[in-house]
Structure formats: structure tokens, C-alpha cells
């Protein structure tokens, strides 16, 4: 059974220690779980009964490509406009509860693990028709076109139903579930789960160009970011800059296991070189 974390908000008591694991340096983020409490939700325009808590979004010094939230659609709530920028493609995956999406009029129910791709000037809504809270994550890019290059179609699919493939010489240790071909160029994102069993380990500082949004979505690790060795636990989010080294040790006792996005398959841009 897959697990997958989804804040509640609250708001700690007055008793609690300030001392927590959130950091903000110019080469990594953490925003610890506790983070996401009441006083620093968000609301959206044409959501209703809804908020969020923003992750990531691009600014100086911060996330450069993506934005990312943890959304929380409280029973009857959704939107018919849920997106207004027509260049931004996004990914969502169900946390907790059950989401009813259309896209382009054809309905879909999302439960825990339910994934959706959603391509630049796709029609789709969101609503919540179930008893509970709908939780889920929405990253969103603007989408980089290339000449000759078709835009990715519209998919829905759930976690389960996607085999984790191994990475070479872990023995299963490591494995990542994706969504989409590496090789189809149409994609200029990939948002994967990444999959730990206890003891397993990424044995090599990675430095390289995407920058990355990182979601635990269950168990705890010590994740190396730059020069420091943090620990992480379920719920808790980290935006890695580009070429920010990274590494993590899964010690148990149970699975470490994580949202991934990075930026991929684009020429690096220029600025104003050419200008």
C-alpha cells in the first residue's frame, strides 16, 4: 500500500519550541511539514471552498521554472476556471480523498495516486464530490514550444497502475516510477515518484542542471543538500537550485519515497547574450 501525506493546516500551540528544520540559502530550500499551518494559506480566484499552501514559485534567488502547490478541496468545492494562464501545463496527484476531473468534457475520478498530465490550453475542472477533503499537488510550468514539436496530449493514470523501473545495481533499493517516455521530446517537465526501500541510497553527490521541487510523500531520510546533511520526513517539501549537490541515505523503518519534478529536454537559455 502506498502512502501519500497531505497537511491538515491547524496552527501549533503556544507551548511549541521555534527551533524547527526550515532553511532558505541560495543554493536549497526545506519547508518542513509544519510549515503548511492556517495563518499562511492561500485562496485562488474561481476556487471554491478551497486553499492551498504554495511550495515553490519562480522568483530571484528562488524556484526559476515551476511553481507547485498542496491544494485542499473541501466537499462541494472545485472550479469550472481553474487555470488562467493558457501557456501553463501542469501535473496533479491525489493525495488524499477523490477529485472529479474533466478534461476536455470527458470525466475522470481521481483517488490516492490518481496522476494527471494536463497540457498547455487544456479545458479542465476540478471538483470535490465525496464526503471528506480532496488534498492533491498541482505543479504548473509554462510550457517551452519548439518548432516541429508537438505538444504532449492530456493523460490520466494512477501510481498503481505504472511499474517502478530499477535503477542499474540497487537490487530494488531504488526505483522510479514514471509517468512519461524520457525520450518523448514533446515533455519539457517530468514529475516522477522516486521510491527508497529502508537502507537504500543515492551514493553520489548529483550535481546537474534541473532544478528540482521535492515532496515526501511518505517515510523519512537524511537528504544531503549542498554542504548539509537534513533530515526529512513525510509532508515536508525542498527545492534544490540547479547543480545543488544532492544525495539521501533511507534508514527506515518503512519506505522513503518522494515527488520529483526537474526540467528537461530544452536548451539552455541564453538570456541576453544574443541580444
Not at 178 to 200: C, K, S, T
Request: with cysteine; net charge negative; aromatic share 12%.
Amino acid at each position: 500500500m502506498n502512502g501519500y501525506f497531505a497537511p491538515h493546516g491547524g496552527l501549533p500551540p503556544q507551548t511549541r519550541l521555534t527551533t524547527d528544520r526550515a532553511r532558505f540559502n541560495e543554493a536549497y530550500v526545506v519547508l518542513p511539514r509544519g510549515s503548511m499551518s492556517d495563518i499562511v494559506a492561500s485562496l485562488l480566484p474561481f476556487w471554491d471552498q478551497t486553499r492551498l499552501w504554495v511550495l515553490a514559485r519562480p522568483l530571484s534567488g528562488f524556484a526559476e521554472t515551476f511553481s507547485q502547490y498542496v491544494v485542499e478541496v473541501a466537499p462541494g468545492g472545485g472550479s469550472d476556471r481553474p487555470e488562467p494562464n493558457a501557456e501553463a501545463e501542469a501535473v496533479l496527484l491525489v493525495l488524499e480523498g477523490h477529485l472529479e476531473l474533466t478534461i476536455a468534457g470527458e470525466e475522470h475520478r481521481l483517488e490516492p495516486g490518481g496522476y494527471a498530465y494536463l497540457p498547455p490550453g487544456c479545458a479542465w475542472t476540478a471538483s470535490n464530490t465525496g464526503s471528506e477533503p480532496a488534498r492533491f499537488q498541482w505543479l504548473r510550468k509554462a510550457y517551452e514550444r519548439v518548432e516541429g514539436i508537438d505538444q504532449p496530449d492530456a493523460f490520466v493514470v494512477n501510481e498503481r497502475d505504472v511499474e517502478p523501473l530499477e535503477m542499474p545495481g540497487t537490487n530494488g533499493a531504488w526505483t522510479t516510477t514514471r509517468f512519461v517516455d524520457q525520450a518523448d521530446l514533446r515533455h519539457d517537465m517530468h514529475v516522477n515518484i522516486v521510491n527508497f526501500e529502508p537502507g537504500g541510497v543515492i551514493p553520489f553527490p548529483e550535481t546537474h542542471v534541473m532544478e528540482h521541487g521535492i515532496y515526501v510523500l511518505e517515510g523519512k531520510a537524511v537528504y544531503l543538500l549542498n554542504e548539509d546533511w537534513i533530515e526529512v520526513e513525510a509532508g515536508d517539501f525542498m527545492w534544490l537550485r540547479a547543480f545543488c549537490p544532492q544525495a539521501c541515505y533511507a534508514g527506515g523503518p518503512g519506505r522513503f519515497r518522494y515527488l520529483i519534478y526537474k526540467d528537461v529536454n530544452r536548451h539552455m537559455g541564453l538570456g541576453r547574450l544574443f541580444a
